[in-house]
């Protein structure tokens, strides 16, 4: 990490215990992503009296190039968080996963879907309840009144652009959805 760790109690008594446990899983974020600029954390017990045992709440800030990654745990209903040392590891694997897609983000590895095809209404039949879609690359793919989302069939026109799910119909390609799209202006 560029700066040393940060560590809080809030409504309770500094522990050397659960302080160490912190900067153990803390260095193991570095050895995931070695860009760590910065990491808070805050252990708290509430302040008011429970029935039964004390809930620990944590928190941790971790501060990367271009984003700050924020994990914070309740307690769950059940009473796993009683044991402070519990929600400290619940917190330090939420935030690891997170830092783990970050990690997969920066090095381009998440996968990006592909934006469905964009293609233009060509002719509609309103009172049959059916239309047609050219794509882009020429085909024309039929599509029925209840694949259209959004506004709603009766207010697409000719010429109006969409966004389509190709299927395969009975009687060939078919739009599974059409969403209208912004009219140009």
Known sequence: MQQPIQITFRNMDPSPGIEA?????????????????GCHVVIEAPHRRHHQGVLYHV??????????????RDPPEHHAHEDPY??????????????????????GSVKLH???????????????????VETADGREI???ANSVIGPGFAALEAG?????????GAEGPQASTVEPLARPR
């Open 21 to 37: 446990a912190v900067r153990e899983k803390a260095s193991k974020l570095d050895t995931l992503y070695d860009k760590i600029t």
């Open 142 to 144: 039929y599509f029925h």
């Open 160 to 168: 109006d652009p969409v966004r389509i799910v190709e299927s395969t």
């Open 86 to 107: 519990v929600a400290v590891r619940n917190a330090f694997d939420a935030i690891k996963r997170q830092l783990q897609d970050h990690v997969r983000r920066v090095r």
């Open 114 to 132: 592909e934006e469905p095809p964009v293609g233009r209404v060509v002719r509609i039949f309103v009172d049959e309840g059916f239309g047609f």
């Open 59 to 72: 928190r941790i800030d971790l501060t990367v190039p271009g984003d700050e990654l924020v994990v914070r």
